[in-house]
């Protein structure tokens, strides 16, 4: 069993940065890749980005390449989000999950642990 907590969301301008953080619980974390997710309101919850088990490897939505960066401490069983240049249409509750496979080919169905969800809102 994981369990996962999301935070660093919040309120920023057009063109502002944020960090997200997703800390596991477990002795196990390095065993799971992790992804980040969203929902918009009234929109389907969309995949952000992923990371392997090690770092070593991450894959990224089209709409966040360039802007936003995953990145993962073991060590500290967490798994960030730094989302940079960002704008309004980047609104939306932001999910970490957790999956023993690499990759997981955008599908949320492949992950096993879900986050509560951190609201990001970014103003025009």
């Known amino acids: 069993q994981v369990q996962l907590v999301e935070s660093g969301g919040g309120l920023v301008q057009a063109g502002g940065s944020l960090r997200l953080s997703c800390a596991a619980s477990?002795?196990?974390?390095?065993?799971?890749?992790m992804g980040w997710f969203r929902q918009a309101p009234g929109k389907e919850r969309e995949f952000v980005a992923e990371?392997?088990?090690?770092?070593?490897?991450?894959i990224y939505a089209d709409s966040v390449k360039g802007r936003f960066t995953i990145s993962r401490e073991n060590a500290m069983n967490t798994v960030y989000l730094q989302m940079n240049s960002l704008k309004p249409e980047d609104t939306a509750v932001y999910y970490c999950?957790?999956?023993?496979?690499?990759?997981?080919?955008?599908?949320?169905?492949?992950?096993?642990?879900w986050g509560q969800g951190t609201q990001v809102t970014v103003s025009s």
């Open positions: 477990g002795r196990t974390f390095r065993s799971y890749s």
């Open positions: 999950a957790a999956s023993r496979r690499f990759p997981n080919f955008y599908k949320d169905d492949y992950y096993d642990y």
């Open positions: 990371i392997d088990w090690t770092g070593g490897d991450s």
